[in-house]
């Protein structure tokens, strides 16, 4: 065998005898912990987000090789689908102007949130989940679930979202559904000073960020679980939004922050703008 390969015997049995090498031990640990990182973003995590982790951890590594570790181990991240529109827009009702003109960007926190409907299928029927997202972070700020499409489904989302945040001329974009253009809710968001704004009819990337995050729910929760009943499905959207989505997961629109980790990156930049305070001079 050493002779058709031409390699030496001493040489083989050296090969058979040398320790694994010094990147090969490094990939081994590597691996293990982007296995941990897989798993604790319940499996949905690609090669990116896997790197941006590392990175934030303070370990120096390139994203192709977290692909190759990630394609050795078997590990891969989660693709999202297209899926069916929920708006209902109810005829004769004047929808509010379009204070965004897809243009959803802010500078900081409580200047713009998008909202939305979406449902969660289970075995007993469709679980609707109402959510209100401030733009600035990608944060869920608002949510509320519920077996019905009523106005008051949206009006509870806002509720939480006015009672987390205070708003003071918040912009509340949503599509033209006919639960945003309720005159409950018209007058819940002149209660809460906030401002309604819609987008135009049958366009999604009018309402493109609060769409990405149904996207990303779908993809990473509602495509991996099956729910036998609606308090399943609730217990798992919660968990989803508060223990994972919230605090942990990364967004490379932020740089590969957490929603909540770039609102506190925030606050700090902002607490070190302050003038600082000076001593009363005496009298």
Same mark, same amino acid.
């Given at each position: 065998?050493?002779?058709?390969?031409?390699?030496?015997?001493?040489?083989?049995?050296?090969?058979?005898?040398?320790?694994?090498? !010094?990147?090969?031990? $490094?990939?081994?640990?590597?691996?293990?912990?982007?296995?941990?990182?897989?798993?604790?973003?319940?499996?949905?995590?690609?090669?990116?987000?896997?790197?941006?982790?590392?990175?934030?951890?303070?370990?120096?590594?390139?994203?192709?090789?977290? #692909?190759?570790?990630?394609?050795?181990?078997?590990?891969?991240?989660?693709?999202?689908?297209?899926?069916?529109?929920?708006?209902?827009?109810? #005829?004769?009702?004047?929808?509010?102007?379009?204070?965004?003109?897809?243009?959803?960007?802010?500078?900081?926190?409580?200047?713009?949130?998008?909202?939305?409907?979406?449902?969660?299928?289970?075995?007993?029927?469709?679980?609707?989940? +109402?959510?209100? /997202?401030?733009? =600035?972070?990608?944060?869920?700020?608002?949510?509320?679930?519920?077996?019905?499409?009523?106005?008051?489904?949206?009006?509870?989302?806002?509720?939480?979202?006015?009672?987390?945040?205070?708003?003071? $001329?918040?912009?509340?974009?949503?599509?033209?559904?006919?639960?945003?253009?309720?005159?409950?809710?018209?007058?819940?968001?002149?209660?809460?000073?906030?401002?309604?704004?819609?987008?135009?009819?049958?366009?999604? =990337?009018?309402?493109?960020?609060?769409?990405?995050? =149904?996207?990303?729910?779908?993809?990473? /929760?509602?495509?991996?679980?099956?729910? +036998?009943?609606?308090?399943?499905?609730?217990?798992?959207?919660?968990?989803?939004?508060?223990? =994972?989505?919230?605090?942990?997961?990364?967004?490379?629109?932020?740089?590969?922050?957490?929603?909540?980790?770039? $609102? !506190?990156?925030?606050?700090?930049?902002?607490?070190?703008?302050?003038?600082?305070?000076?001593?009363?001079?005496?009298?």
């Amino acid at each position: 065998m050493c002779r058709v390969l031409g390699v030496s015997r001493s040489g083989y049995y050296a090969w058979r005898s040398r320790p694994p090498s !010094k990147r090969a031990r $490094e990939d081994v640990i590597l691996t293990k912990r982007i296995k941990e990182i897989h798993d604790r973003s319940r499996g949905t995590y690609g090669a990116c987000r896997i790197h941006a982790e590392l990175r934030a951890e303070g370990t120096r590594i390139g994203k192709k090789r977290v #692909a190759r570790l990630m394609k050795a181990a078997g590990l891969k991240g989660v693709s999202r689908r297209k899926r069916p529109s929920t708006t209902v827009r109810r #005829a004769g009702v004047r929808p509010a102007p379009d204070l965004v003109d897809r243009d959803f960007t802010a500078s900081g926190p409580d200047e713009l949130w998008v909202a939305d409907i979406t449902y969660v299928p289970t075995d007993s029927g469709y679980l609707y989940l +109402s959510v209100v /997202l401030d733009a =600035f972070s990608r944060r869920i700020v608002g949510w509320a679930m519920a077996s019905h499409l009523r106005t008051e489904l949206v009006v509870e989302a806002l509720d939480m979202a006015a009672q987390q945040r205070s708003p003071e $001329e918040t912009i509340h974009h949503s599509d033209q559904g006919s639960q945003y253009a309720a005159i409950a809710f018209g007058k819940r968001c002149k209660d809460e000073g906030v401002r309604p704004s819609m987008g135009s009819v049958g366009d999604c =990337f009018d309402n493109a960020m609060a769409e990405s995050f =149904f996207a990303t729910l779908e993809c990473e /929760l509602i495509e991996q679980e099956s729910f +036998s009943n609606r308090s399943e499905a609730r217990l798992m959207v919660f968990d989803y939004i508060e223990g =994972f989505y919230n605090p942990h997961r990364r967004h490379s629109a932020i740089d590969y922050h957490s929603p909540t980790g770039y $609102e !506190k990156i925030h606050d700090s930049q902002e607490q070190t703008l302050l003038p600082e305070r000076r001593p009363l001079a005496a009298v």
